[in-house]
């Protein structure tokens, strides 16, 4: 395919939304430069003249985001600056019919599992040898791995089944072979990401093999530290949690979206499962696990929530004292089952429950935090910023949650691991003295 200036092609690609959309968006960086084609992720300068956006459907704000990407992107073409624009990831899967009508000066659209169709748009193929490799595009210390796509759980407001289709677990073999490639690359951190981590093996191998693939992933040479991210209540996998005890490179940490503290609201989310339920799941992962950190997220204001039920809510939060929090307003998703309900409670209360939430969440935070004043973590060295090193402990994970501001005379590499004594506390970070 040869593009207007004849200069020679290079392709941009852009990614929004989740750190799975992170993830195909470095696979096909791969692809594209396993076939000699120049590509680039984010480029900061106009040197490309293709430009791939993977987009997000998610919710209003994720949705609003691509689209203005896209738009951003359809003007520079109009400017001469991109020859071809390309869309793709879930806003693209979701809305394509429209999108195409409304946006006519895209050159093409792809869906979430299109790589194939959007290489041979991009004049390569897709090369099945390069399974297991990944360019990454964050600082190489820590990787995503994406053990599963899709999702088949029914959780009422959520649309991302819609866009990602059914659950598929990844061959072990595969994901073995990706993290060992990893480590070469100099990976000391695999954050395992999905739609429902705990979900793992039910198709491939007719069981939950989420332990199973905690242990080979362990047994990795060089990778330090395993982060078991989005795993669902229902139908845990007790079994990860004796690995996950057993194991020093699996770090005592677990995100578990939990999205509601009312056992009537979950039902109405369709989440399988009841407050009570719940809170026994949390104490037998604290049990198992002593000393693990716990992440969530929330949503208030979905339909049929009452002033009593976000109580329910509250109490809940102030029992269960999570290490790490985000609450998300409820956004109407059509298609959705919740979008058949009406979306009964006004923006504004949304939004007031959200901060009365993230405000208890505050205090709980602060008072965890200052616990650890005085105590040793190991410590992941991240980035430096204005000179100042930071860094994790292993109950952090990037982007999401707190991080350590490093006092040191030293100078550090990134992405080696120091000792460091916590000398100080906020709601979310806190300081601490390399030693
Ligand atoms: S498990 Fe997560 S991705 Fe799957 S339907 Fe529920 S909220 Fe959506």
Redesign the pocket.
């Known amino acids: 395919m040869k593009t207007k200036g004849h200069r020679k092609n290079k392709v941009n690609i852009v990614t929004l939304g989740c750190s799975k959309n992170l993830v195909d968006s470095e696979v096909l960086l791969t692809q594209l430069k396993g076939n000699n084609i120049d590509a680039i992720h984010e480029s900061k300068n106009d040197d490309a003249n293709i430009v791939v956006i993977n987009t997000c459907g998610f919710i209003d704000n994720a949705k609003q985001e691509s689209i203005d990407t896209i738009l951003r992107y359809v003007d520079a073409k109009e400017e001469g600056l991109v020859e071809k624009v390309y869309v793709t990831g879930c806003l693209s899967q979701r809305y394509k019919a429209d999108l195409e009508k409304e946006i006519p000066l895209v050159d093409a659209w792809f869906g979430t599992r299109d790589l194939s169709r959007l290489l041979k748009q991009l004049n390569a193929n897709y090369k099945q040898e390069l399974v297991g490799e990944r360019i990454l595009t964050n600082p190489s210390h820590f990787a995503y791995l994406k053990i599963s796509e899709g999702?088949d759980?029914p959780?009422s407001f959520?649309a991302?089944?819609l866009m990602r289709g059914k659950h598929i677990s990844r061959p072990m073999e595969e994901l073995v072979l990706e993290a060992k490639n990893l480590a070469k690359g100099g990976t000391k951190e695999l954050l395992l990401i999905a739609?429902?981590s705990t979900y793992y093996g039910l198709d491939l191998y007719k069981k939950r093999n989420l332990a199973e693939l905690l242990k080979r992933l362990s047994d990795v040479e060089g990778i330090e530290w395993i982060r078991l991210h989005y795993a669902?209540p229902t139908g845990f996998p007790m079994d990860a949690l004796d690995v996950m005890a057993e194991r020093n490179n699996i770090c005592k940490y677990l995100d578990i979206p939990l999205q509601h503290g009312s056992t009537e609201m979950l039902q109405f989310m369709r989440r399988g499962t009841t407050r009570e339920k719940t809170e026994a799941l949390l104490q037998t992962i604290r049990e198992k696990v002593p000393g693990i950190a716990i992440r969530t997220t929330l949503i208030a204001g979905h339909p049929g929530e009452t002033q009593m039920h976000f109580d329910e809510m509250m109490s809940f939060v102030e029992r269960s004292r999570f290490d790490r929090l985000g609450v998300f307003t409820y956004s109407h998703e059509e298609n959705t089952h919740s979008h058949s309900m009406a979306d009964d409670v006004p923006a504004k209360i949304k939004q007031e429950r959200v901060d009365q939430l993230m405000e208890l969440q505050q205090g709980i935070s602060l008072e965890l935090n200052q616990a650890k004043v005085g105590d040793t973590y190991k410590v992941l060295v991240d980035r430096k910023e204005e000179g100042v090193f930071i860094g994790r402990t292993e109950f952090d994970s990037p982007e999401v949650d707190n991080e350590v501001i490093l006092e040191t005379k030293d100078y550090l590499r990134l992405g080696d691991f120091v000792n460091a004594q916590i000398t100080g506390a906020t709601e979310f970070d806190l300081t601490a003295k390399v030693i």
Request: include cysteine; charged fraction near 20%.
């Open positions: 999702c759980r959780c959520c991302i089944p739609q429902d669902f």
